[in-house]
């Protein structure tokens, strides 16, 4: 299907990513392993559009450029990783018909300041790897409250029935502050306390999902929203979708304080065969100076 071809009859599915460092680009592991396997399970979608933790400004605006570029938005890591490029094509005349859907929600057009950022490309470069299907991302608007969020994802859910692929990517527990690099693969107490229940809330009733802001540990496993609130877009779809249609696609921790829980909606998750954790990093590198 070309990306000006009528949209898919075929609903599309939808995920959410714990995407971790940036370096699982280069790595092949379980997780990258089921990234794999999602995309070469999914319906070859007309576009694919992202909400990344990383684009967190004062405003909702979609990429609107025909070649956006490969950003590399982070510090410390090795040259093989800023080499990376994920060349994929834009489609700026679908900014238009995102801005429709969602209305009377206001979406503007960013056709210069913005591209692919490491939230998104470390994840398409193992789902999608030849880079042909044209990719846009949404912005995070800093502004807004959590159901806020959530409401604007039930509101993009239309474009699953156009042919749009909606992913979102952060990391439901995320505190750089308290990782350590020595925990490759390990989790707190408190942030398997908060992810089990964002787990429990997600495959029952999604959109409770933004309740989690009374949680004991919200304040640990959440110190900024950035992270988290992406995946209030995909229990703002599940919430659309009128069931709980929500899968675990893999799970497991980061470096005492990330979780790398992904979650599917609408699919069957497939299986992963792939073995190994988490990247292990250079003492010298502060996780916290590191943008991951």
Known sequence: MSPESPASTVRMPAAFFGHGSPM???????????WRAFGASVPRPRAIL???????????????????????DFYGFPQELFDVQYPAPG???LVEEISDTVHPTWIGADVDSWGIDHGTWSVLTH????ASIPVLQMSINADKPLDYHLELGAQLAPLREA??????SGNIVHNLGGASWEL?????????????????????DPTELAALDAHRDWRQAVPTPDHFIPSLYLAGLAGAAGAADTQVLVDGY???????????LGMDCPASTGEGGNPRHPAELPPDASNI
């Open 24 to 34: 699982n680009a280069l790595e092949t592991n379980r997780y990258t392993s089921a």
């Open 50 to 72: 992202v909400v990344s933790a990383h684009w967190y400004i004062n405003a909702t605006a979609v990429t609107a450029m025909p070649a956006p570029r490969t950003i590399h």
């Open 91 to 93: 489609l700026p005349g």
């Open 127 to 130: 789902a999608f790897p030849d």
């Open 163 to 168: 042919g749009v692929l909606i992913i979102t």
């Open 184 to 204: 490759a693969d390990d989790g707190y107490d408190w942030a398997r306390r908060f992810n089990e229940d964002a787990k429990e809330r997600m495959l029952t």
């Open 254 to 264: 980061a470096y005492g304080s990330l979780s790398m829980t992904a979650y599917t």
